[in-house]
């Protein structure tokens, strides 16, 4: 810890320098540290039976943390100490901080370390509800549980705004003190197609009994329903529904959405819903008496991060400002991820007559191998979840469809596969001869192209008679101004056959 070495105790809090002492008479840590002294040694004011290893100074009291992971608050008025009971753990390093109190009186606290045996995060502690059962729940990024969401969608009913929604889930740690907002990673859109098929008119059909008795009419009236809400093109007639999975750790939680619309966006907190034995939760976004919140309260908490090894702190009017920092960093050696085994591409679906291809039992099925998907259009990638919730960077997942991996080193190697790309009469054996080229899962339509061109040269008397459908798919290839993979164009490769 590093004292401010003066005693300054008329001015206002805020202006006074961080680590000064107020009310004290020039203590110090004793060279054994085990107890604060006056300068001169002239009387104890605490002992402890560990090492100190930190001190923070607050307006009456000191905050005291020993290598135990133990700390005390000692009341300079009446000389009271107090142990903490608290969830906090030491790194190893010099316990130093600043403190300020909330508008309950709490005394909170931010620490962090020097010379720490390791990373050590910034935390911020409430003194008066320390004891949350891990130290991981006082940094500014803490663990969470893992949230599965098994299903999400809308739902016909109420009135919500049509438009994209982000939801996010956060957790109340004690009475209203909450862990950060987190993505759930779902995006929903909400549109008004479940409100399509509504009833336009009503027509009735009746007898109408003559006053004298006579035969009675048949009649038919057809009335219009107008329906108002069809011109509210803002609004959909439904709202949105997420089916949740976690573990309980926690005292609680809340959802909230943030809503992007055609005019701009606007975000609700859903409410709190309490854990229960099953771990299932069904949210409802119907925003009708919930609280509104600013997009950027949601936003910015759910992209919070640590900061480790802080070595400088104050709180000046009320903000806590720190420097000299390592940030949190996430990124990982992707190229150590083996996405092999994750197959993508484009199935075929039905047969050559449009049919939906069903397996024995009727099911509806798809039969082949995924093909590359062209990458002006498609790029698939995959990402791996953190514990407390977060996402890795996006890793590619590569199409190894056609290709093996070398035992050797490791390494993807590319299998050809033979397709014709045109005849020519070959006067040594007296017949045709096909011309082959070694087509690859990323050849390009650009690519067979330029072999076909380059067989007309090197085989005199080339003929295409045979390659009219290559000739064909090439010709659309280029209207369209796409240079397809040719593995995706070529209905050839769409069973998984390699036959040219």
Not at 305 to 313: D, E
Request: contains cysteine; glycine residues 6%; hydrophobic residues 35%.
């Amino acid at each position: 810890m590093e004292i401010v070495k003066e005693l300054n105790k008329d001015d206002g809090l805020e202006f006074i320098k961080n680590g000064s002492i107020t009310h004290a008479s020039n203590i110090v840590v004793s060279k054994d540290g085990n107890s604060i002294q006056n300068e001169k040694s002239l009387e104890t004011i605490v002992t402890f039976d560990n090492t100190i290893v930190g001190i923070v100074p607050c307006a009456t009291e000191l905050v005291i943390f020993t290598n135990a992971n133990e700390i005390f608050r000692y009341n300079e008025f009446t000389g009271e100490t107090i142990k903490v009971a608290a969830s906090w753990e030491w790194y190893g390093g010099e316990v130093f901080g600043t403190y300020t109190y909330n508008v309950r009186g709490d005394l909170i606290i931010a620490i962090s370390e020097r010379n720490p045996r390791e990373d050590v995060p910034l935390k911020v502690i409430n003194l008066n509800n320390a004891d949350l059962g891990s130290d991981n729940i006082f940094t500014l990024n803490p663990n969470i549980p893992q949230v599965t969401v098994t299903d999400y969608g809308q739902m016909a009913g109420g009135r919500m705004r049509m438009g994209t929604y982000l939801l996010f889930i956060r957790y109340e740690i004690t009475d209203n003190e909450y862990t950060s907002w987190r993505d759930l990673g779902v995006v929903i859109y909400l549109s008004n197609e479940l409100s399509k098929e509504t009833v336009s008119s009503v027509t009735i059909e009746g007898i109408k009994m003559p006053a004298i008795a006579s035969v009675p009419t048949h009649i038919t009236a057809t009335y219009e329903l107008y329906d108002y809400l069809r011109e509210d093109t803002d609004y959909a007639q439904s709202y949105i529904y997420a089916k949740l999975e976690m573990v309980n750790k926690f005292k609680s939680f809340q959802i909230a959405y943030v809503c992007t619309y055609k005019d701009g966006t606007e975000a609700y907190n859903l409410g709190s819903y309490q854990f229960n034995e099953e771990n299932k939760y069904d949210i409802y976004g119907i925003r009708s008496g919930k609280t509104q919140m600013s997009v950027d309260e949601v936003l910015v908490s759910a992209n919070n991060f640590n900061l480790y090894n802080i070595k400088t702190m104050c709180n000046y009017n009320n903000r806590l400002y720190v420097a000299n920092y390592k940030e949190e960093s996430r990124k990982l050696d992707i190229d150590s991820f083996d996405t092999s085994g994750i197959k993508v591409g484009v199935w075929n679906e039905t047969d050559n007559h449009g049919n939906k291809l069903k397996d024995d039992s009727g099911k509806e099925t798809v039969i082949g191998v995924p093909k590359p998907i062209e990458d002006e259009v498609y790029r698939f990638y995959i990402h791996y979840v953190y514990p407390d919730g977060s996402y890795t960077d996006g890793i590619l997942i590569e199409n190894n469809n056609y290709r093996h991996k070398d035992t050797n080193n490791g390494f993807w190697v590319k299998d050809p596969v033979q397709i014709v790309i045109g005849r020519y009469y070959n006067t040594s054996i007296n017949k045709d001869v096909d011309i082959m080229m070694d087509c690859y899962d990323d050849t390009k339509v650009s690519d067979v192209k330029a072999a076909i061109e380059q067989a007309k040269k090197d085989y005199p008397g080339w003929y295409g008679t045979t390659i009219v459908d290559k000739l064909s798919l090439i010709q659309m290839a280029e209207e369209a101004k796409i240079d397809y993979y040719w593995f995706n164009l070529d209905p050839r490769f769409m069973d998984g056959s390699t036959t040219s």
